[in-house]
């Protein structure tokens, strides 16, 4: 079983739109998570990380739900720079703590 | 400016040839790693390295060596015995491994394509 697994998409919305991306995750032990933003032909980085409470960053709100073992990504208001592939990350303190990527879900914002 | 440099962006390299993808970091940060990624698939851990002179594999190692004799460089070889090496390859690093509230930052990645 995959530590990490996202649904890939591709996810199309309108400029304006919402849109929640779900990632579940198979070590009940893992302690943080991250989501992280990866354009075209480049490299990851991090968008935010998700804490137990929740938090917010302008249009981005992110949730951990311990008990399903899943974070979600909402996206408020879409931007055609939002356009991008979104990666969970989840870390396992049973390996020192490494980073388990997801596949990414891609999305693209259309005028 | 801090971050992480890697070289060169394009690589291309007949089978069988051992290549060096380079890594450098001037963030100051202890732990460094070496991903992969393939088309569909997520990044997958090669080599990771807490301090100077020690490192220890990941999930896919095989077919692949490093080295930290300095800090802030940790060169990736990717050796002949790596039955497919085409991939990009991404380096990271984070203030302490140990911590698992540390981001990692990524360099640009080095495209290796093995004709």
């Known amino acids: 079983r995959k530590e990490v697994e996202q649904d890939p998409g591709p996810f199309n919305v309108p400029e304006g739109a919402t849109v929640a991306f779900n990632c579940t995750y198979s070590n009940s032990a893992s302690q943080s998570f991250f989501w992280y933003r990866q354009d075209c032909r480049k490299e990851p980085k991090l968008l935010m990380s998700?804490?137990?409470s929740g938090n917010e960053d302008g249009r981005f709100t992110a949730q951990l739900n311990r008990a399903s073992q899943y974070i979600s990504l909402l996206i408020r208001d879409s931007k055609l720079s939002d356009s991008a592939t979104y990666l969970c990350v989840v870390t396992s303190p049973n390996t020192g703590n490494q980073f388990y990527f997801g596949t990414g879900t891609s999305l693209t914002v259309i005028p | 400016d801090g971050g992480i440099t890697q070289s060169p962006k394009y690589l291309f390299r007949k089978e069988g040839q051992n290549v060096t993808l380079s890594c450098e970091q001037n963030?100051?940060?202890?732990?460094m790693y070496w991903y992969r990624q393939d088309p569909g698939q997520g990044l997958r851990l090669i080599y990771y390295?807490?301090?100077?002179?020690?490192?220890q594999k990941g999930d896919i190692a095989e077919g692949y060596s490093v080295s930290r004799e300095k800090k802030e460089s940790f060169p990736l070889t990717v050796t002949s015995a790596q039955k497919n090496p085409t991939a990009f390859y991404l380096c990271?690093?984070?203030?302490?491994?140990?911590?698992?509230?540390?981001?990692?930052?990524f360099g640009p990645g080095t495209r290796l394509t093995v004709l």
């Open positions: 990271a690093s984070s203030i302490d491994e140990g911590s698992s509230y540390n981001e990692q930052f």
């Open positions: 963030l100051n940060h202890d732990a």
């Open positions: 998700v804490y137990s």
């Open positions: 390295s807490q301090i100077v002179n020690d490192f």
